[in-house]
């Protein structure tokens, strides 16, 4: 690895290999974000580095910190009975891992005497707690070197495991001996298996900890998070890569990090993973902890009971001083999700629980979307915001994500099926069960259709449920798992829905029968019996939905969409205000970065989220690059006519006129004559690309352009989308003669927002050209977006001379779903691709300032087609001949 360390500033920046200019500003400006604890918005697009910018500008930021840190330890534990430094000066600050600052300030008006006693015992009290912050840094870094240079201290688990096996081998047989010999009163069992599905006997108010899969005499959990950066991106692959990133970078070799992931991604106890449903892993993976724990208190429970319940075996794989060599393990070398898995697999240690044991010393911790911004799932996973740095990456959705972390749809089927199946387990096991709804959800037919939206109060009152402490509710559905046992019993006996008995409705289900007057039976609708079963009890959805109902009323709104049949209704929370979620995060960290190829326009950022969570607008600093593509090697044009002269104008009331789909399959054709390679033709939904392909194969256009590049689809499900990838770049790589006629390689017909809309590499010959048919605004009809329009009217302020907030919320989620379509062209520096924009909106200022500077600055505005498609030839006949 060639060696183009840098020094910026008077900071020296490991780097593999000679920066870019833009990569040595972004870590300039990195390192000052993190240094002054402030927030910064980064855009550097695909293809310029942005990954090792990131790991080479942070992890320099924190080597310098702890240096720093340890100095100022050292200085003051030169003496032990007082400071080393001049009294006459300040003292200096202590930077501390949780990022306080040491000392206080002197209070008024008290002696001189209480003054100095007071800071005495601050400066003893900061002394012991660096002593001990020494004495768990030098263990720390005596396992790490020990299992650094000594590989066979990674096969101590196994034979750990082979003791603990023996031991309980003994252990059961005599329990065994002393069972047969007792004559103790035989009692009746549940079937076999059936005592996982009965609830335990629960007390709402009883708030005694509960065990949270670690003894209490475990001090080693105790350890102190040391100061590290979380990094955090949208998917496992994004994460795995740059994981890659860092092995490559010149921190792989000392940087202690863990990377963090779900239960589904890491357990390695092949009887839990095949449950295959998230929820239920993680519940069985809970059930399997308490059994481990409650094992302790057997001797207490000898009353005689009506059913003896036999306890879920413990994991095999959940052992302390297994996962504590993992844990070391993971510190010492970089590893990847799959590397943690193998070599879970190879210790007989969880990867899960052990990757959470190395969050206090890891320097380094790389995590997904959900598990940083869901604050139950962050205290759950043992993360620690506070005084620490976080780095969001491909974060263009990061208002849609947490938005879509904290809204809850439920349908009317679910709200039916659960309560039909809380019944039946009512009649099995005798629960207290009130309320008698026995019908097909299919077979309630409503009259009246549409939506309404209500407040999160109104919805309360008018539902009978104002008076549920839904606190309580939550508490109980956490406690008992009754959602995972529901699920159980019907796996076990199926669910049998009964239309014989008319209900009586009451409270929540009068109030939805009033919502819908005229309510009459419909058939049944046929069950298609290779339909699979739904993965999660409906429980499961409702208590989601129960949750969602505790959010401040301002901040939400219900969403009561009404359909022909109650099974096709449903109830949604829709989160409002993203910033109630997000601003605990910003509260806590010492510094945060919001990074992504294309963040434009960054105006939501501002003001959705920083803005509504507290941020002083002189905290956010924004920092823009451009692209190390030469100028030349990109070519934009707006097309505001077409080959006949007509305008493009791909409104939604005109988009579907016959002479608008004619003319935009004209121009398709003329530019495939003259681009060679792969050609990429972006729709603004799936609907309209519908709509155009059926009209193009009836008017004869599709066969036109078959006859220049052979068409690919984007396919309707996700697993088909890399055998699509693969199909169209074979093609692309053997262009030529196909059936008399010659071929210059593929058209990919693709939906904005879809599935190759986002993460897609169409580098060199895959994407010479990116066609953006209309501009794909979002349904301003709809009335969630009406509600979020008009929520952002009444809390942000109105700008002079700019679109109302609502407005403005369209605008930017239309420009920047365009924007990350056509970055799927350029990604490296010497690429080259055009990118065509049909829509003669596209040269209006307001949407041209929305575009990324490095396409906005070279965009070309063409009044008629054949000046158009002339430097479309001209650049790529160029660009082809010296590539």
Partial sequence: MADG??????????????????????????????????????????????????????????????????????????TETGPAWDEKGPPPVILSSCGETAGTSKPTGEPDWITQFVQKKEERDMVARLKEEQIWRRKREERLQQIQHNTKLKYTAKRLRQEEEDTESLLRLS????????GAEQLEPLESGEEELVLAEYESDDEKRVARGVDEDEDDLEEEHVTKIYYCSRTHSQLAQF???????????????????????????????????????????????????????????????????????????????????????????????????????????????????????????????????????????????Q???????????????????????????????????????????GILFSGNIKQNPSTQSLLQKGMELKTINDFL???????INLFKVRRYCEKSMVSRKLFGFTERYGAVLSSQEKPRLTGFQEFLQRLQPGVTEAPATPVDEGQARPPTSPLMHIEGFLTALTTANQDGRIILNHQGSLSQSSLKFLLLNPAVHFAQVVKECRAMVIAGGTLQPVSDFREQLLACAGVEAERVVEFS?????????????????????????????????????????RILFCLCNVIPGGVVCFFPSYEYQRQVHAYWEKSGVLCRLASRKKIFQEPKSTNQV?????????????????????????????????????????????????????????????????????????????????????KALAENLCMRAVNQSIGRAIRHQRDFASIVFLDQRYAQPPVLAKMPGWIRDRVKTKATFGSAIAMLQKFHREKSASS
């Fill in 387 to 429: 005084g620490q740095v976080v780095i969001i990456d491909e974060a263009h959705n990061l208002i849609d994500a947490i938005t879509g972390i904290h809204s809850v749809e439920v349908s009317g089927s679910q709200l039916c099926q659960a309560h039909s199946q809380l019944l039946q387990y009512m009649e099995r096991y």
């Fill in 175 to 182: 329990r065994e001996m002393l069972e047969a010999g007792t």
């Fill in 461 to 467: 009152f008018q539902s009978q449920i104002d008076n």
């Fill in 722 to 806: 890399e055998q699509v990838l693969t199909e169209y770049s074979k093609c692309i790589e053997n262009c030529g003669q196909v059936r008399g006629k010659m071929v210059t390689g593929a058209l990919l017909l693709s939906v904005v927002g879809g599935k190759m809309s986002e993460g897609i590499n169409f580098s060199d010959n895959l994407g010479r050209c990116v066609v953006m048919v209309g501009m794909p605004y979002p349904n301003v009809r709809s009335p969630e977006l009406q509600e979020k329009m008009a929520y952002l009217d009444q809390t942000l302020p109105r700008i002079p001379g700019k679109a109302p907030p609502g």
């Fill in 243 to 385: 994981v890659h990133e860092v092995q490559k970078s010149p921190f792989g070799k000392d940087v202690r990090l863990v990377s963090l992931g779900s239960r589904q991604n890491l357990c390695v106890n092949q009887d839990v993973k095949r449950l295959g449903s998230v929820q239920l892993i993680n519940d069985r993976c809970m059930d399997m902890q308490r059994s481990k724990h409650e094992k302790r208190n057997e001797a207490e429970e000898e009353k005689p009971k009506r059913r003896r319940q036999e306890k879920q075996a413990a994991c095999p794989f959940y052992s302390y001083e297994h996962m504590h060599l993992l844990r070391d393990e993971v510190l010492a070398e970089v590893k990847d999700i799959e590397q943690l898995v193998a070599l879970g697999k190879e210790a007989w240690a969880c990867p899960y629980y052990g990757s959470r044991f190395a969050i206090p010393a890891a320097q380094l911790v790389v995590l997904p979307y959900q598990m940083l911004l869901h604050a139950a799932t962050r205290e759950a996973a043992g993360i620690q915001l």
């Fill in 5 to 78: 360390s840098q020094k910026i500033d008077g900071i020296h920046f490991p780097f593999p290999f000679t920066p870019y200019s833009i990569q040595k500003d972004f870590m300039a400006q990195l390192y000052q974000v993190l240094e002054a604890g402030k927030i910064g918005i980064f855009e550097s697009p695909t293809g310029t580095g942005k990954s090792l910018s990131l790991i080479c500008g942070s992890l320099s930021w924190l080597r310098d910190f702890e240096q720093k840190k340890r100095q100022e330890e050292a200085r003051l534990l030169e």
């Fill in 625 to 665: 690059c451009g692209h190390v593509i030469p100028p030349d090697n990109i070519l934009p044009i707006v097309l505001s006519t077409g080959i006949s002269n007509r305008p493009l104008d791909f409104k939604y009331q005109h988009r579907e006129l016959p002479q608008m789909m004619d003319e935009a399959g």
